[in-house]
């Protein structure tokens, strides 16, 4: 298998994986905004908003470093690759905690549980996402 049959398997699988994160990207959307929703419904507005925010919390970070993992140059060797992965998760983190920091300091009134419990579940539908994608197997 040449250097073609290679680079040819290596795009099925990277574009097998961006359509994964696509879906579960657009499955946590709708997530965080139907339970926002539901929270306004029968808690309120602060209730809603802090869901929305704990959504965007996930969100907005993993959005960051799936933008960085799959714009990674085909020139570059397996460990620069795997480098630029471990840089993404870093600034991924440090993103994450940076809102948590900015969202519990400045917007008032905020609930919690509704923060922690909208990120926890859009953190727990992205592990589960690759069990419910059997599809293309």
Excluded: C, H
């Amino acid at each position: 298998m040449g250097k073609t049959g290679s680079r040819q398997f290596k795009g099925r699988t990277a574009s097998k994986n961006r359509k994964l994160i696509q879906r579960t990207f657009v499955v946590q959307i709708l997530l965080t905004f139907l339970i926002g929703v539901g929270l306004y419904l029968t808690n309120g507005l602060v209730d809603a908003y802090s869901a929305w925010l704990g959504g965007l919390i996930y969100l907005l970070p993993s959005l960051y470093q799936a933008k960085q993992v799959f714009t990674e140059d085909d020139s570059k060797s397996v460990r620069q690759i795997l480098g630029n992965i471990y840089k993404s998760e870093i600034w991924k983190m440090a993103l994450t905690m940076v809102l948590f920091g900015v969202v519990f300091s400045t917007v008032k009134p905020i609930e919690p549980f509704p923060i922690f419990g909208v990120f926890i579940l859009m953190q727990m539908v992205a592990w589960l996402a690759p069990l419910f994608s059997t599809r293309g197997r």
